[in-house]
Protein backbone atom coordinates (compact mmCIF):
# COMPACT_ATOMS: atom_id res chain seq x y z
CA UNK A 1 0.00 0.00 0.00
CA UNK A 2 1.36 3.45 -0.99
CA UNK A 3 2.58 5.97 1.48
CA UNK A 4 0.65 9.34 1.07
CA UNK A 5 2.56 12.20 0.96
CA UNK A 6 1.03 15.52 2.45
CA UNK A 7 0.99 19.17 1.33
CA UNK A 8 2.11 21.94 3.51
CA UNK A 9 -0.63 24.00 2.31
CA UNK A 10 -3.32 21.57 2.36
CA UNK A 11 -4.31 20.45 5.89
CA UNK A 12 -5.90 16.75 5.19
CA UNK A 13 -5.12 12.95 6.17
CA UNK A 14 -5.72 10.27 4.09
CA UNK A 15 -8.22 8.18 5.74
CA UNK A 16 -6.55 5.85 9.19
CA UNK A 17 -7.59 2.53 7.76
CA UNK A 18 -4.97 3.14 4.70
CA UNK A 19 -1.95 2.94 6.94
CA UNK A 20 0.71 0.01 6.07
CA UNK A 21 0.81 -2.81 7.71
CA UNK A 22 3.36 -1.30 9.86
CA UNK A 23 1.52 1.49 10.51
CA UNK A 24 2.27 4.20 8.34
CA UNK A 25 0.33 6.03 6.90
CA UNK A 26 1.78 9.61 5.14
CA UNK A 27 4.91 11.67 4.64
CA UNK A 28 5.59 15.52 4.93
CA UNK A 29 3.09 18.41 5.91
CA UNK A 30 3.81 20.32 8.75
CA UNK A 31 3.57 20.26 12.71
CA UNK A 32 1.17 23.34 12.96
CA UNK A 33 -1.52 23.54 15.75
CA UNK A 34 -4.42 22.61 13.42
CA UNK A 35 -2.77 19.79 11.66
CA UNK A 36 -1.75 18.38 14.70
CA UNK A 37 -5.68 18.39 16.05
CA UNK A 38 -6.68 17.36 12.81
CA UNK A 39 -4.18 14.40 12.99
CA UNK A 40 -4.88 13.30 16.35
CA UNK A 41 -9.17 13.52 16.29
CA UNK A 42 -8.13 10.52 14.00
CA UNK A 43 -6.05 8.77 15.59
CA UNK A 44 -3.07 9.97 13.75
CA UNK A 45 0.18 11.68 15.44
CA UNK A 46 3.45 12.05 14.39
CA UNK A 47 6.77 9.82 14.90
CA UNK A 48 10.16 10.53 13.22
CA UNK A 49 13.95 10.99 13.98
CA UNK A 50 15.14 15.13 14.04
CA UNK A 51 16.13 15.91 10.83
CA UNK A 52 14.21 13.52 8.91
CA UNK A 53 11.22 14.15 7.01
CA UNK A 54 7.80 14.14 9.26
CA UNK A 55 6.36 10.25 9.57
CA UNK A 56 2.88 10.09 10.24
CA UNK A 57 1.58 7.08 11.98
CA UNK A 58 -2.03 5.37 12.83
CA UNK A 59 -1.48 1.51 13.67
CA UNK A 60 -4.52 -0.89 12.80
CA UNK A 61 -4.34 -2.51 16.56
CA UNK A 62 -3.64 0.51 19.23
CA UNK A 63 -2.39 0.17 23.00
CA UNK A 64 -4.61 1.59 25.43
CA UNK A 65 -5.23 2.42 29.14
CA UNK A 66 -8.63 2.76 30.25
CA UNK A 67 -7.96 4.80 33.50
CA UNK A 68 -10.64 2.62 35.64
CA UNK A 69 -7.93 -0.68 34.90
CA UNK A 70 -4.40 1.16 35.41
CA UNK A 71 -2.82 -1.71 37.50
CA UNK A 72 -1.45 -0.75 40.53
CA UNK A 73 0.52 -4.08 41.87
CA UNK A 74 0.83 -4.79 45.78
CA UNK A 75 4.36 -3.18 45.60
CA UNK A 76 3.12 0.05 44.21
CA UNK A 77 0.66 0.34 46.69
CA UNK A 78 2.75 -0.04 49.70
CA UNK A 79 5.37 1.87 48.12
CA UNK A 80 3.16 4.81 47.69
CA UNK A 81 2.20 4.50 51.48
CA UNK A 82 5.87 4.82 52.64
CA UNK A 83 6.59 8.08 50.77
CA UNK A 84 4.60 11.69 50.75
CA UNK A 85 3.67 11.61 46.67
CA UNK A 86 1.93 14.14 45.10
CA UNK A 87 1.11 15.36 41.50
CA UNK A 88 1.29 18.59 40.19
CA UNK A 89 -0.37 19.66 36.64
CA UNK A 90 1.89 21.61 34.22
CA UNK A 91 4.89 22.39 36.55
CA UNK A 92 6.49 23.09 33.77
CA UNK A 93 5.39 21.61 30.29
CA UNK A 94 8.66 22.73 28.71
CA UNK A 95 10.77 21.35 31.22
CA UNK A 96 8.48 18.18 31.77
CA UNK A 97 8.98 17.20 28.10
CA UNK A 98 12.89 18.15 27.13
CA UNK A 99 13.24 15.82 30.61
CA UNK A 100 11.72 13.26 28.39
CA UNK A 101 13.95 14.25 25.68
CA UNK A 102 17.24 14.00 27.34
CA UNK A 103 16.12 10.77 29.25
CA UNK A 104 15.84 9.08 25.99
CA UNK A 105 18.56 11.16 24.02
CA UNK A 106 21.57 10.30 26.28
CA UNK A 107 20.26 6.53 25.76
CA UNK A 108 18.74 5.28 22.96
CA UNK A 109 18.01 8.14 20.74
CA UNK A 110 15.00 9.87 20.64
CA UNK A 111 12.12 11.67 18.45
CA UNK A 112 11.80 14.18 20.47
CA UNK A 113 14.02 16.88 18.56
CA UNK A 114 13.95 20.70 17.97
CA UNK A 115 10.78 20.91 16.04
CA UNK A 116 8.32 18.23 17.79
CA UNK A 117 9.09 20.31 20.90
CA UNK A 118 8.30 23.62 19.71
CA UNK A 119 5.15 22.03 17.91
CA UNK A 120 3.78 20.36 21.18
CA UNK A 121 4.35 23.60 23.25
CA UNK A 122 2.43 25.54 20.67
CA UNK A 123 -0.66 22.75 21.29
CA UNK A 124 0.60 23.33 24.89
CA UNK A 125 -0.16 26.86 25.19
CA UNK A 126 -3.84 26.47 22.92
CA UNK A 127 -4.84 24.55 25.60
CA UNK A 128 -4.42 20.92 23.97
CA UNK A 129 -1.80 19.43 25.68
CA UNK A 130 -0.09 19.19 29.40
CA UNK A 131 2.26 17.46 31.59
CA UNK A 132 2.13 15.97 35.07
CA UNK A 133 4.71 15.64 37.58
CA UNK A 134 4.83 13.12 40.65
CA UNK A 135 6.99 14.45 43.42
CA UNK A 136 8.10 12.16 46.07
CA UNK A 137 9.42 13.37 49.56
CA UNK A 138 9.16 16.82 48.30
CA UNK A 139 11.70 16.00 45.54
CA UNK A 140 10.86 15.72 41.37
CA UNK A 141 10.34 11.69 40.47
CA UNK A 142 9.00 11.75 37.02
CA UNK A 143 5.98 13.03 34.79
CA UNK A 144 4.66 12.75 31.37
CA UNK A 145 3.04 14.45 29.02
CA UNK A 146 0.33 14.11 26.17
CA UNK A 147 -2.33 15.94 23.94
CA UNK A 148 -5.73 16.32 25.73
CA UNK A 149 -9.01 16.46 23.57
CA UNK A 150 -12.47 16.05 24.56
CA UNK A 151 -12.48 12.98 26.88
CA UNK A 152 -9.54 11.27 25.40
CA UNK A 153 -5.61 11.70 26.14
CA UNK A 154 -2.99 10.64 23.94
CA UNK A 155 -0.09 9.65 26.25
CA UNK A 156 3.77 10.86 24.07
CA UNK A 157 6.14 10.48 26.61
CA UNK A 158 7.44 9.97 30.50
CA UNK A 159 10.77 10.47 32.29
CA UNK A 160 11.70 9.08 35.57
CA UNK A 161 14.61 10.90 37.94
CA UNK A 162 13.49 8.35 41.05
CA UNK A 163 12.83 4.64 40.31
CA UNK A 164 9.21 4.67 40.36
CA UNK A 165 8.93 7.97 38.74
CA UNK A 166 7.22 7.32 35.50
CA UNK A 167 4.78 4.80 37.45
CA UNK A 168 3.68 7.62 40.15
CA UNK A 169 3.17 9.87 37.36
CA UNK A 170 0.77 7.50 34.93
CA UNK A 171 -0.90 6.34 37.87
CA UNK A 172 -1.67 9.93 38.93
CA UNK A 173 -2.95 10.32 35.69
CA UNK A 174 -4.93 7.50 35.22
CA UNK A 175 -6.87 8.52 39.07
CA UNK A 176 -7.39 12.17 37.67
CA UNK A 177 -9.12 11.09 34.10
CA UNK A 178 -10.94 8.35 35.61
CA UNK A 179 -12.48 11.01 38.24
CA UNK A 180 -13.50 13.39 34.76
CA UNK A 181 -15.15 10.75 32.72
CA UNK A 182 -12.12 10.14 30.52
CA UNK A 183 -12.53 7.22 27.92
CA UNK A 184 -8.92 6.49 27.42
CA UNK A 185 -5.48 6.85 27.86
CA UNK A 186 -3.87 6.19 24.31
CA UNK A 187 -0.26 4.83 24.59
CA UNK A 188 -0.16 4.21 20.62
CA UNK A 189 2.33 1.71 20.76
CA UNK A 190 3.17 -1.93 23.25
CA UNK A 191 5.99 -1.72 25.88
CA UNK A 192 6.26 -4.42 29.28
CA UNK A 193 6.23 -1.59 30.90
CA UNK A 194 3.09 -0.44 29.52
CA UNK A 195 1.61 -3.56 29.80
CA UNK A 196 2.55 -4.18 33.62
CA UNK A 197 0.64 -1.10 34.16
CA UNK A 198 -2.78 -2.80 32.42
CA UNK A 199 -2.01 -1.44 29.17
CA UNK A 200 -4.23 -3.40 26.40
CA UNK A 201 -4.41 -3.57 22.08
CA UNK A 202 -8.11 -2.55 21.28
CA UNK A 203 -9.11 -3.34 17.07
CA UNK A 204 -9.00 -0.14 14.93
CA UNK A 205 -12.81 -0.65 14.74
CA UNK A 206 -13.37 -0.27 18.51
CA UNK A 207 -10.72 2.17 18.45
CA UNK A 208 -12.59 4.65 16.41
CA UNK A 209 -15.76 4.02 18.18
CA UNK A 210 -14.17 5.07 21.31
CA UNK A 211 -12.74 8.28 19.33
CA UNK A 212 -15.80 9.37 18.17
CA UNK A 213 -17.45 9.47 21.59
CA UNK A 214 -14.84 11.42 23.20
CA UNK A 215 -14.37 13.95 20.66
CA UNK A 216 -17.67 16.28 20.41
CA UNK A 217 -17.78 19.75 18.42
CA UNK A 218 -14.78 20.44 20.32
CA UNK A 219 -12.51 19.80 17.50
CA UNK A 220 -14.37 21.83 15.26
CA UNK A 221 -14.62 24.76 17.69
CA UNK A 222 -10.98 24.96 18.55
CA UNK A 223 -12.27 25.50 22.12
CA UNK A 224 -9.34 24.20 24.24
CA UNK A 225 -10.37 21.91 27.07
CA UNK A 226 -9.87 23.80 29.98
CA UNK A 227 -8.26 21.22 32.47
CA UNK A 228 -7.62 21.64 36.02
CA UNK A 229 -7.33 19.57 39.24
Known sequence: MPVFRLRENEISFPYPTQAREDG????????????????????????????????????????????????????????????AIHTVLNRDFRDT???????????????????????????????????LEAYEDGQLAG???????????F???MFSKKTNGSKLALIALAELLEAKG???????????HLCSMGGQYVSWEAYEELLKKGLPEIIESRQPLIFTV
Do not use: N
Request: glycine content about 10%; hydrophobic content about 40%; some cysteine.
Open 182 to 192: FLFIDCQFYTE
Open 24 to 83: LLAVGGDLSVDRLLLAYSHGIFPWFQPGEEILWWCPKERYLIFPAHIHVSRSMKKYRKQH
Open 155 to 157: GES
Open 143 to 153: GLYGVVMGACF
Open 97 to 131: MHQCRMQREDKEGTWIGDEMEAAYQALHRAGFALS
